[in-house]
């Protein structure tokens, strides 16, 4: 089993549901879904991202602005402990500061794309990903899409182009679901779909629910389709959730716990 995992950037579940996004709406049908999950306080992009790879919430990790500093009592991400159970991980971004969310040593390939503003920045990390699985299969592949946060930010959240900027996300991972269907390999790969946190007017980092609130989705083998998911689910089980699918073991260290409520 590997697993697709894709951070789209400031993207709030209400500004989901408006958007044209077929292929995502095709996941929360066919998968399982939680409108309510939780981001870390501060709603902030390096801090989420952290926690959500490293399965901790922000206090136990301390980054708690974009920019990093080691951590005082490192603790793994999911990438170092699937790279150490000898797996294959890579990850495809388009804004520099996730390049420490893992530690050296753990990434078959790492990709940094540097127009992340735009639509076609987001397109070029999808296609970066379909050419890159063409010579080397992945266990886990995390892409990043940061230009719906950009929007969010330049013309604010839940404007027509904010919405514009999710669909074009959607396409995205459209494209490598494509890809991976061509590679007869979308049969045995796990898709979790999910934010690093939301955003209000053109800012975000508060505790107001419009920040706080993320979609989370999860569809592949084992996964019964049409799942609501209740919840609490919060950034950082998404960590465990990604160890639990490619059988990797659970860090002692980490908050984070599986959603064994989307898959068995």
């Known amino acids: 089993m590997r697993v697709l995992l894709c951070s789209i950037d400031g993207m709030r579940p209400d500004g989901l549901a408006k958007a044209h996004t077929p292929v995502m709406d095709r996941l929360i049908a066919e998968g399982a879904y939680c409108a309510k999950a939780r981001s870390v306080m501060p709603s902030v992009t390096l801090p989420c991202h952290m926690s959500m790879l490293r399965g901790v919430d922000v206090g136990r990790h301390g980054v708690n602005t974009n920019t990093f500093h080691p951590l005082v009592r490192p603790v793994p991400s999911v990438m170092d402990m699937a790279a150490a159970a000898g797996l294959k991980c890579g990850m495809f971004y388009n804004w520099e500061p996730l390049r420490d969310c893992s530690e050296p040593g753990s990434l078959s390939v790492s990709v940094f794309m540097q127009e992340n ?47 514009a900027a999710i669909a074009n996300a959607d396409g995205c991972v459209g494209r490598m679901m494509q890809a991976l269907d061509q590679l007869g390999r979308l049969s045995d790969t796990m898709v979790l779909v999910l934010a690093d946190h939301g955003g209000h007017e053109r800012a975000h980092g508060t505790e107001m629910e419009e920040d706080m609130t993320i979609p989370w989705m999860l569809c592949g083998f084992g996964v019964s389709p049409g799942i609501s998911l209740p919840g609490p689910i919060r950034l950082y089980d998404t960590c465990a959730t990604v160890a639990h699918l490619l059988g990797v073991p659970q860090h002692p260290d980490w908050d984070g716990r599986p959603v064994i409520d989307a898959v068995g």
Request: aromatic letters at 14%.
């Open 117 to 163: 503003a735009t639509p076609e920045g987001d397109a070029a990390v999808a296609e970066a990903v379909c050419r890159h699985w063409q010579h080397e299969d992945l266990d886990l592949t995390f892409v990043y899409f940061g230009n719906t946060d950009s929007t969010g930010h330049k013309y604010g959240w839940m404007s027509d182009e904010y919405l």
